[in-house]
């Protein structure tokens, strides 16, 4: 996986610690092979595999090597928790609204890379972090635990 590549080349993970990204790896395979692993109605079941955001994250706001493994360890355990996360193109409301937001959000992220290296007085890599914190509190909102059918 690319995103877990330049983890590992930006030496975010260094030493030992790079095996720690072994564990999304498998936890990916396993994930993509699962034929449960999108519900019928509509949400990923276990953390969706958005490695490339994780990674843009850990790398953009140059987290400590603990709080970057213990991000990757728990995301990889989460690809296992019966959690529903929202789909974005298959959303019960709000589908547009996040669309413009996603829109936004790619965006200042984009302007956040481009200027990581620049002294500036505001945060922005930190307020980008706003549309995946919504995404994944309208996932538990709307998803949740997932509830076989009886």
């Given at each position: 996986s690319l995103p877990l590549f330049l983890l590992w080349r930006a030496e975010l993970l ?137």
């Amino acid at each position: 996986s690319l995103p877990l590549f330049l983890l590992w080349r930006a030496e975010l993970l260094p030493g030992a610690l790079a095996l720690v990204l072994l564990l999304p790896l498998l936890a990916s395979g396993y994930g993509f092979s699962q034929t449960n692993a999108k519900t019928d109605d509509g949400f990923f079941l276990g953390f969706p595999s958005y490695w490339n955001i994780v990674a843009l994250y850990i790398w953009l706001l140059d987290v400590s090597e603990l709080t970057a493994t213990l991000v990757v360890v728990a995301l990889a355990i989460g690809v296992f928790v019966p959690l529903k996360y929202l789909y974005p193109s298959k959303m019960p409301v709000g589908k547009t609204a996040m669309a413009v937001l996603g829109v936004a959000w790619v965006i200042g992220a984009s302007i956040a890379v481009v200027a990581r290296d620049a002294t500036a007085p505001w945060h922005l890599a930190e307020a980008t972090l706003t549309y995946p914190a919504l995404y994944l509190a309208l996932s538990f909102w709307f998803g949740g635990v997932h509830r076989k059918p009886s």
